[in-house]
């Protein structure tokens, strides 16, 4: 049976995420406290907010990875939202491993007021957006500080896991 494609960008979501935290680690206490203009906060609370969507998302679709809500506001080491991310994989992979998971199941989010109803598939495609587009905040607080930035990109995931290759 192939993968579903969906399936495959949240696996890049994740690798990228997990890939960032990795990178972050050779980080100083006070460089992970590093911010910029225009960025939702420090490396490491962007981090936590990353994995945080990321378990509130597959909450929302009915597949929770915590028992409680997740507190992003709480300042965390790289080892616990690491720690955190192992069972957003987790989650990911148990959306797609059997036939429960629908698409186009409405979903409510109750979080809004008043709540929103919307189709389930919105919770995935908001996972893999609200990912890339805080790692890129990570990256430009890393770049406006004069530190390496890793490759997260589609292409590097792609060569990883050998989904691209020399042609021979």
Known sequence: MATPPMLRQLRHDVWATEKL???CRA????????????????IRRTLA?????????????????VDAAFDEDRLMSLDEISG?????????????????????????????DPPEELEAWTMLAQFAHH???????????????????????VWSYGWKIGAMRVKR
């Open 21 to 23: 935290i990795e990178h």
């Open 27 to 42: 980080l100083t206490d006070a460089q992970l406290d590093l911010t910029a203009p225009g960025t939702y906060g420090t």
């Open 49 to 65: 907010h990353i994995v945080g969507g990321d378990t509130l998302y597959l909450a929302l679709i009915g597949f929770p990875v």
């Open 84 to 112: 955190v991310l192992d069972k957003v994989r987790a989650g990911v992979e148990r959306v797609f491993a059997g036939k429960e998971f629908d698409p186009d199941r409405v979903v409510i989010d109750a979080r809004t």
């Open 131 to 153: 990912g890339s587009d805080h790692r890129a905040h990570v990256g430009t607080i890393l770049g406006a500080h004069g530190l390496k930035t890793p490759g997260l990109d």
